[in-house]
């Protein structure tokens, strides 16, 4: 009888450590879910980013006039634009 008890014990091990769905699996899903969470905790913070950013541009002109000058190329209606050309180097 203690024979058949050890000899199922042993079975049941096997599969716990060899199986396909043993602890070599509940590893590997253990280690996509703390890369998951690494990759939200990425998303979390840029999300938060940008959130101020819309608040940012959403009260205040000034956010918003410097976003279209540095996006867009905004000039104001009192500005000149000046475009500075670098000279190419006569030596090449």
Same mark, same amino acid.
């Given at each position: 009888?203690?024979?058949?008890? *050890?000899?199922? !014990?042993?079975?049941?091990? *096997?599969?716990?450590w060899?199986?396909?769905?043993?602890?070599?699996?509940?590893?590997?899903? /253990? !280690?996509?879910?703390?890369?998951?969470? !690494?990759?939200?905790?990425?998303?979390?913070? /840029?999300?938060? %980013?940008?959130?101020?950013?819309?608040?940012?541009?959403? /009260?205040?002109?000034?956010?918003?006039?410097?976003? !279209?000058?540095?996006?867009?190329?905004?000039? *104001?209606?009192?500005?000149?634009?000046?475009q500075?050309?670098?000279?190419?180097?006569? %030596?090449?």
């Amino acid at each position: 009888m203690l024979v058949i008890l *050890g000899a199922i !014990a042993l079975t049941l091990q *096997g599969q716990l450590w060899f199986s396909d769905s043993g602890f070599a699996k509940t590893r590997s899903l /253990r !280690a996509a879910v703390a890369e998951q969470h !690494a990759q939200n905790a990425e998303l979390r913070e /840029r999300n938060e %980013a940008l959130d101020a950013e819309v608040v940012n541009l959403k /009260r205040s002109h000034e956010a918003a006039e410097e976003r !279209a000058r540095t996006d867009l190329g905004m000039i *104001g209606p009192d500005e000149t634009f000046y475009q500075v050309v670098p000279v190419a180097d006569a %030596a090449h």
